[in-house]
């Protein structure tokens, strides 16, 4: 039961820091997501998020630091295994479920489905 | 050289009006005043440009047929949108047999439409002209801000594209619609040519701030030179300045020694129930001034309960990719004086 | 008018309605918090029906996208999104709606020029800063595992 509790705290948490450099800096949401995965991948490489992992499971995995997260620790094994080429294969193959997800699905939401008007 | 009022040589009427309008539209204050509407924004269309393209068509035949008249009639068509190219325009009004002008003033394409029919019919020139302005919030959300199924949240100060078009139809002869015995003429005694000013807004969010400075020039500029108070007048309309834009204009205007506090509207403003239907800071495009002006301050001034009113359609020349590399936003100002010849009321 | 740009803008800034940051960070909270949540419900479910740990990292995030996507063609996610803010762009799911609803906007112009070119207006920066990032970290490890032995 613990762990949901602190998925929800860690994932509110991550969100909250969004919202509030939304709110206050003007930065705008796409560079909000940028700065998460660039965020994501420094604070793996310097070994910080691998614990709030541990600690927060899919509260830190499915905020986009987490996918930053997953970039970072692809590479890292992608070299412990191949060497340099590493540094090119292990981000996109760590993440490729969720990009190739997110490619597919879209791709049938725009054969099914048609903007409708903003409510 | 004559760069301030600009008084046309002969007489010119507001033959007449019409106006089309989207769902959210309907589900604001002036519904009742509207020509024609479609509850879906679609109006058959299979995209939202060309809904927006047949929100003209619509509105322009509205317009004729109040008058009775056929489109060779007409001597010009000025008309314009918020698409790229004016595609709006181009692609709506290709059926009509009308001499046509494209014209791009943001969201002060109906003033600036009403500006030139109002010059080229009282000149002498022809006998009658057509104005139509329109904006679609679907294919404005596309072009200038996200997706229309982005989920984004708005700030308070952004305003929400209007989907409307409104068709004037100007010219000499004070003609009053057909089986229309309670209206008065309307006539446009003057106009004046709005100033592009640059008052270094960058927000994209807050258009209204951007545009404020242009309608107080234009409106202290036309108060100066005609001498006459802001009271004098029953109504001063400006265009889509929203809540932020109307307020700072309010200011500026005190400050400049013209207050307008009593008698100024804005379209913007007026178009929705701006809290109950979370429009943030209210309407905005061009359809936003071309319907509530051709429905409703129109329907004023016919009916005499508003004896004259200054007309400022207010635009923010914004363009994504001038905002994208960090421009400002330009404002511009146009006025249309509309007098009402209906007395005793 | 004697006003200068700095001034106008300034007093603009000021005058302008302010955001309600303090209602926007609760509902942002809550709802991140909530879709942080459900993922570990998946993750534990998926876990429970005897599915490959590994399996099941790739699987969460891909549950969430499958219904981030299904929710924007049913033009549910953007009302869900003008509440939450941060709390469905963050996660996940605001990357899979960065990519859906490009994808649906565009299908006008074609499957090719539109969704095609279009796709990742918005979330391509978003991979090409992730892999990019994520290559320079890779080169700097390599060396340092060198150097270190």
């Not at chain 1, 791709?107 to 008007?117: E, Y």
């Not at chain 2, 301050?297 to 400022?312: E, M, P, S, T």
């Not at chain 3, 399996?55 to 969430?64: A, F, G, M, N, R």
Request: aromatic share 10%; glycine share 12%; proline share 3%.
């Amino acid at each position: 039961m613990l762990e949901y509790v602190y998925a929800f705290l860690t994932g509110g948490i991550l969100c909250v820091i969004a919202q509030f450099l939304i709110d206050k800096t003007k930065l705008t949401p796409a560079r909000i997501l940028v700065t998460y995965v660039v965020s994501g991948v420094f604070l793996t490489a310097v070994g910080l998020y691998k614990p709030l992992v541990e600690f927060a499971g899919c509260g830190a995995t499915t905020p986009l630091t987490g996918f930053g997260y997953s970039i970072a620790e692809g590479v890292r094994k992608a070299i412990d295994e191949n060497g340099l080429i590493g540094a090119l294969t292990g981000g996109l193959t760590a993440t490729s479920a969720g990009i190739t997800a997110a490619i597919c699905f879209s791709f049938f939401a725009a054969l099914f489905f048609k903007s409708k008007p903003k409510k | 050289m004559q760069r301030g009022i600009l008084y046309p040589s002969r007489k010119v009427f507001v033959q007449s009006s019409a106006s089309v309008v989207g769902g959210h539209e309907m589900k604001g204050p002036l519904a009742s005043c509207f020509d024609i509407h479609d509850d879906k924004d679609e109006f058959g269309a299979d995209t939202w440009e060309k809904s927006e393209s047949e929100m003209q068509r619509l509105a322009l035949n509205c317009a004729i047929s109040k008058l009775g008249i056929k489109d060779t009639d007409i001597g010009a068509l000025f008309a314009g949108d918020l698409l790229n190219q004016c595609a709006g325009s181009n692609f709506g009004l290709l059926e009509f047999d009308i001499p046509y002008l494209g014209l791009y003033g943001a969201c002060s394409t109906a003033a600036e439409g009403l500006v030139i029919a109002t010059l080229v019919s009282g000149s002498g020139y022809m006998d009658r002209c057509a104005c139509v302005s329109s904006s679609h919030n679907c294919a404005a959300e596309r072009q200038f801000r996200y997706p229309i199924e982005y989920g984004g949240q708005r700030t308070p100060t952004s305003q929400w594209t209007v989907t409307g078009s409104g068709a004037f139809i100007i010219g000499k002869d004070d003609i009053i619609c057909e089986g229309d015995n309670q209206s008065g003429a309307v006539e446009i005694s003057d106009v004046m040519i709005g100033r592009t000013l640059d008052y270094g807004i960058t927000d994209a969010n807050n258009m209204g701030a951007a545009m404020a400075p242009a309608a107080a020039d234009t409106l202290r500029r036309y108060f100066y030179e005609s001498g006459r108070e802001p009271e004098s007048f029953g109504l001063i309309v400006t265009g889509d300045l929203g809540f932020e834009g109307s307020k700072i204009l309010r200011e500026l205007m005190k400050t400049e020694g013209y207050p307008i506090y009593a008698n100024h509207v804005d379209c913007g403003l007026l178009i929705y129930n701006r809290e109950e239907q979370d429009k943030h800071a209210g309407g905005s495009g061009c359809g936003c001034s071309a319907v509530t002006v051709a429905s409703y301050i129109i329907d004023l001034l016919r009916c005499g309960k508003v004896q004259d009113a200054l007309f400022v359609g207010t635009g923010a020349l914004m363009s994504p990719t001038s905002t994208n590399q960090g421009g400002s936003i330009p404002g511009i100002g146009h006025l249309v004086h509309f007098i009402s010849h209906k007395r005793d009321v | 008018m004697n006003l200068s740009k700095q001034t106008y803008k300034k007093y603009a800034e000021a005058t302008a309605e302010k955001t309600p940051c303090l209602k926007n960070c609760i509902k942002a909270f809550l709802i991140g918090g909530f879709i942080c949540t459900l993922a570990q419900g998946f993750f534990n479910l998926y876990k429970y029906l005897g599915i490959e740990e590994e399996t099941v990292k790739s699987l969460v995030p891909v549950t969430l996208i499958f219904i981030a996507v299904l929710l924007t063609g049913l033009d549910i996610f953007d009302d869900i999104a003008k509440h939450a803010g941060a709390g469905t762009l963050v996660p996940i799911t605001g990357f899979a709606n960065a990519v859906a609803s490009p994808a649906i906007d565009t299908k006008a112009e074609g499957f090719i020029l539109g969704v095609g070119a279009k796709i990742f207006t918005i979330a391509g920066s978003v991979i090409l800063y992730g892999i990019l990032s994520g290559a320079i970290y890779g080169v700097i490890y390599y060396i340092v595992k060198l150097i270190m032995g």
